[in-house]
């Protein structure tokens, strides 16, 4: 766990900047510890008994480690999914509301609507000034084979 926090220590401090800088940092101080850190696997994997809890999750971190490996090769990727999760969430928190809308067309019409606000926010886009806007096209004979035009993220870069 200590290995682990500093390397979110260090996370912390270059969050923001340039993926080269990124990059840089993270092949000086994260790489050892990583490096460290999968020799400290190799080790107690071999001492312990794989169908044993810890053995278990021993498993589990080998069978992904290249995985956990990606951040400290490219200065774009974040070394967790934290950030992709908290975005997401809403989304998934609407699905589940949806499950309450008292029949089931009901429900399907809300997770469509709700996955459109949240896909707009992802994008930056102001839902309700989105939804004003795709619905005065479609009103004014926007063609449906053009459908695409009218979705947020191309929203976006028309504002």
Not at 14 to 30: F, H, K, W
Request: proline share 4%.
């Amino acid at each position: 766990m200590k290995r682990i926090g500093e390397l979110y220590r260090v996370e912390a401090e270059i969050r923001g900047s340039d993926p080269a800088a990124r990059l840089a940092a993270r092949q000086e101080r994260p790489a050892p510890i990583v490096a460290e850190l999968e020799a400290w696997l190799t080790r107690h994997r071999a001492r312990v008994a794989t169908k044993s809890p810890q053995g278990e999750a021993l498993k589990y971190i080998a069978k992904y480690w290249d995985g956990l490996c990606l951040f400290l090769t490219d200065g774009r990727i974040e070394i967790d999914n934290n950030t992709v999760a908290r975005s997401i969430r809403p989304i998934a928190l609407n699905r589940k509301i949806a499950l309450f809308a008292g029949h089931d067309a009901g429900a399907e019409n809300w997770a469509v609507i709700a996955s459109l606000i949240e896909t707009c926010k992802l994008n930056a886009v102001d839902p309700h000034a989105w939804l004003a806007a795709t619905l005065s096209a479609i009103a004014g004979g926007h063609m449906q084979s053009r459908v695409e035009n009218l979705l947020p993220w191309n929203y976006a870069s028309k504002v």
